[in-house]
């Protein structure tokens, strides 16, 4: 057997995946010839197999430095429920489990240690790897080796010379998801990478769909945007940390349950909100940019930026936290005029304590209010937005429109709303003509005030019948609809809208009315997904079992499976452990663990069905 057939086998056996993404069969086959490696990769992308599966393949010890102790700890936790033997080796040990760590990494006990920059040239680590076989060192957001990265880190700089140290150079390979030529130059030189295989894989995340909505109100667009996507996991990212505790309030206020998240929150608190999310106890989590970097949870269903960022590598960067799984996943950005000013203003006083000399300085300035106009183009303009964010990064794709994004599904699209139409005209009717457009299209959606309830408003028939399509939508059939007669508005100060000469005919919907509508919050249902609609009571009930499993062991529930794996469950229904093993991320390791469960609890809900089924 090839080493490469090697490799194809434990994808399937010890991940549970049929095929290789783009990328990593070429980064496996380089590792596994015994190249050095510089890899490009945006997250979710599916990096940690391209070095884990060489790991499981070559003969040694595969090295990992790693700058996250929380990130290695999933990662390893992982491994090691797919029987993979993993270690990690870093600040959080006590001396004694170091200790322990470091002689059963003597006896040959790991395939995998992660270990903390900082640790790699201390006499102990040494002593251990000078007298170790390690085949491959692995360095993980290698960008942190760079001064021009965003996330330097010292310690990073000890790796080329802990390398040096060792009596056989190994293969290393360096994995990032975000670096520009100057940051990938500077990682090949400091890492002395010896004619690495190079490779950038694209930046498209497909199963992401791109939304901006516009809007006046950020925080019902929000709380509109939770209700389409209820019973999902996911991150609302906010501009300061005044911010993060508003909203957080407010959700909660309205029935969101919602933890807040920042860095002026004590360590305690912080680190409770962080573990409800990652555990799916708290379904949305509220926070500051310092959340997301080392948070490795897969299945985030939604990103939404209540506040436009200053550039798109932080939006594409936090917005991609979304949908790592796989899974289809939404990146929503509230967009208002004024998020514009106050990026404007942080940038004219950031540099105000710097060092910089003057000249240097307006360069930076420079560059960072091009980059604000550039997202600015991205939240305003009408053009497909996944389409931006590529041609941004450098990429030329394929086709103008992706078919996937709010600009592509929204933009002044012509759609039937012959009911919708006679739903306004009866709802103007029964207010009697003597209110202005916004009061119609507040009762119409449900809005509940003061004066709508006061004037008894909320108990017409017509109270609410047009919620799903917002305030925004129903205005705008309002405008079109006076402009075919169908109502008519009053002159004066203050105009009230009243049925047209054409009022009846619509009413009675006898002719189909048709409107380009050109913009439009919220768009339920109405994305492309590539995916067959699953048995959602089966998938609950196996997310459910996830759930209770997980906390059992005090790991996250995506450690168990992914949503992608329980959705491949749910579809394919395995009978026994043969057909479980055909699942996507059941590989054997974990078919040990958990495939008895899971095919009870299957074989239990179609028992079920078939009895509720000869029942009726
Ligand atoms: P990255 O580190 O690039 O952000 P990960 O390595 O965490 O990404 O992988 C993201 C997700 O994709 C994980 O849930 C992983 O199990 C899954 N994945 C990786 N490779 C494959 C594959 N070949 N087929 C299916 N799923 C994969
Ligand atoms: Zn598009």
Not at 52 to 73: D, E, F
Not at 238 to 253: A, F, N, P
Not at 568 to 583: E, F, G, Y
Request: charged fraction near 25%; hydrophobic fraction near 40%; charge should be neutral.
């Amino acid at each position: 057997m090839t080493a490469m057939d090697a490799a194809r086998q434990a994808l399937g056996e010890v991940f549970g995946y049929d095929t290789f993404r783009p990328g990593q069969e070429s980064i496996v086959a380089a590792i596994l010839s015994g190249r050095d490696v510089m890899a490009v990769m945006p997250t979710g992308a599916g990096k940690s197999l391209c070095y884990q599966i060489p790991a499981l393949v070559l003969p040694g010890i595969t090295l990992v430095v790693s700058p996250l102790i929380s990130l290695m700890r999933d990662q390893v936790g992982a491994l090691i429920q797919n029987g993979v033997r993993a270690a990690y080796i870093n600040s959080s040990l006590t001396p004694r489990q170091h200790a322990l760590a470091l002689q059963n990494a003597r006896g040959g006990l790991y395939r995998i240690i992660y270990v903390a920059p900082e640790r790699l040239m201390t006499d102990a680590f040494l002593d251990f790897a000078k007298n170790a076989r390690i085949a491959q060192v692995v360095v993980d957001e290698a960008h942190c080796v760079s001064q021009w990265g965003q996330d330097f880190r010292p310690g990073y700089l000890q790796i080329e010379p802990f390398i040096r140290e060792l009596p056989v150079r190994p293969r290393v390979s360096a994995f990032t998801a975000t670096a520009t030529d100057t940051v990938r130059r500077d990682i090949m030189r400091l890492l002395a990478l010896s004619d690495p295989y190079e490779i950038v894989t694209g930046f498209d995340r497909p199963n992401l769909f791109f939304e901006v909505r516009r809007t006046g109100d950020r925080d019902m667009s929000l709380l509109r945007f939770l209700r389409e996507h209820q019973g999902q996991s996911g991150i609302v990212y906010c501009g300061t940390r005044k911010g993060v505790e508003q909203v957080t309030r407010m959700l909660r206020e309205n029935g969101v349950d919602a933890v807040g998240y920042h860095a002026g929150m004590d360590d305690g608190e912080r680190l409770r909100a962080q573990e409800d999310f990652v555990s799916d106890r708290a379904p949305v989590i509220v926070a500051t940019n310092a959340f997301g970097m080392g948070i490795d949870k897969s299945n985030v269903s939604f990103v939404v930026h209540y506040n436009m960022p200053k550039d798109l590598e932080s939006y594409y960067q936090e917005a991609g936290r979304a949908g790592r799984d796989g899974e289809d996943a939404v990146c929503c950005l509230l967009y208002q005029p004024s998020d514009v000013r106050l990026n404007s203003f942080l940038i004219e006083h950031s540099l105000e304590t710097s060092q910089l000399d003057e000249q240097t300085q307006q360069v930076v300035l420079e560059r960072a209010r091009e980059r604000l106009k550039q997202m600015t183009f991205y939240a305003t303009g009408s053009g497909c937005l996944r389409t931006r964010i590529l041609q941004y990064f450098g990429e030329r794709p394929g086709q103008l429109r992706c078919g996937n994004c709010s600009a592509c599904l929204t933009g002044a699209r012509e759609r039937d709303v012959t009911r919708e139409a006679g739903q306004i005209v009866a709802g103007v009717m029964a207010m009697g003509g003597r209110y202005g457009k916004a009061t119609v299209a507040r009762v119409l959606c449900g809005a509940k005030d003061e004066r709508i309830r006061s004037r008894g408003l909320d108990k017409l028939s017509a109270f609410g019948c047009l919620k799903a399509e917002g305030e925004t939508a129903v205005r705008a059939m309002i405008d079109e609809l006076i402009a075919d007669d169908v109502l008519e508005t009053t002159e004066g100060d203050y105009p009230v809208i009243k049925p047209g000469p054409r009022a009846r005919e619509a009413l009675r919907g006898d002719e189909p009315i048709r409107m380009t509508l050109a913009e439009q919050e919220g768009t339920p249902g109405r994305r492309v997904s590539a995916k067959p609609s699953v048995d959602k009571a089966l998938f609950a009930r196996l997310s459910a079992l996830r759930r209770s499993i997980a906390e059992e062991q005090h790991v996250p529930p995506f450690i168990i499976f992914t949503n992608a794996t329980l959705r491949d469950m749910a579809d394919k229904r395995p009978k026994n452990r043969r057909a479980m093993l055909r699942v996507a991320g059941v590989g054997e390791g974990k078919l040990e663990r958990y495939g008895d469960a899971f095919l009870r609890e299957i074989e239990r809900y179609e028992e079920e069905q078939e009895f509720v089924k000869r029942k009726a």
